[in-house]
């Protein structure tokens, strides 16, 4: 029990999985006549799953007109977080080259923490579709941008910090 509540059912089926292969280990690497793990099963222990709170449309509502009274560009990342329910760091770390604006779609293939560019929380990519008002913030955000020499953003990242690197939570 941690701080006196129970264990997660993932984290008690991680434990098992453990135990299932270090007793399969141990199989092979003793003599041991067989796997004292292997035909048990988990039981329906563990904590209940907590529901996830979400926004209710009206405060999604009230959240994306508040919103309007940022900058631009954090306007432009919540309403890119609100329409496709990108994590922050998926979002974060977002490439002009995943921005599918002939199909109205944003393709989440990366993910950052603290400025490291690596695979979501998912470990895969996924496509989001988007609505006609997000492209054109997005279109709006990439005429914004400076440019280089062949039209498009020196920066490849759609929503870069200040001095052009992945924003930082927090």
């Known amino acids: 029990k941690l ?3 129970e264990y997660s059912r993932a984290t008690l089926q991680s434990c098992w999985n453990t135990m299932k292969m270090f007793c399969k280990y141990a199989k092979s690497a003793v003599p041991l006549s067989s796997n004292p793990a292997e035909d048990i099963t988990l039981g329906k222990g563990g904590a209940k799953i907590k ?3 979400s926004l209710t449309k009206d405060e999604l509502a009230r959240l994306i007109i508040a919103a309007q009274g940022e900058t ?3 306007y432009a990342m919540i309403l890119t977080a609100a329409i496709t329910g990108a994590r922050f760091g998926e979002y974060s770390a977002l490439h002009w080259d995943c921005v599918d604006f002939e199909n109205g779609a944003i393709k989440i293939e990366f993910s950052q923490v603290a ?3 690596d695979i979501p929380k998912t470990e895969k990519s996924r ?4 609505t006609p008002v997000l492209l054109q913030v997005l279109a709006t955000l990439w005429d914004k ?3 280089g020499a062949d039209g ?8 870069p910090s200040n001095n052009g690197n992945y924003r930082l939570s927090g």
Do not use: L, M, Q, S
Not at 127 to 130: E, R, V
């Open 72 to 74: 631009y560009d954090i």
């Open 145 to 147: 941008a400076p440019e």
């Open 51 to 53: 529901e996830k709170g």
């Open 115 to 117: 400025g490291y560019r």
């Open 152 to 159: 498009n953003p020196i920066c490849k990242i759609v929503f």
């Open 127 to 130: 496509w989001c579709k988007t």
């Open 3 to 5: 701080k006196g509540g």
